[in-house]
């Protein structure tokens, strides 16, 4: 009994200790560069919203983010599936057609088999 309740103390006394730690939030540091070249670094909190711009230290240009991810980008283009190729190749109509052949064939066999 006295051991498990001299844990619970210590237990206790970590966590306040990295709850004071945290207080320095942390950082990160972003990257970008201007159209002439110059790099701009700029430290943000690690929470914070990366803009993907920065005025440029050096000119004052537009300068874009070194490694910027870009999902919205990636979002933008979705991979294309077997539905959109058979799209580019067949209409609806063609489609439909088939499927009625196909349909029509497998009702044959049916009759046949029952
Ligand atoms: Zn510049």
Redesign the pocket.
Known sequence: MGERALRGTRLGATSYENDRNTDLAPRQEVSYT?????RTTVPLAAEAEIPASWE?R????T?LRVDAEQPQQKKAKPPRTHWDMLLERRTIEDLEEVLNERLAILRAQRRKSA
């Open positions: 201007c159209p002439k070249g110059h440029c050096h000119c004052g240009a300068a």
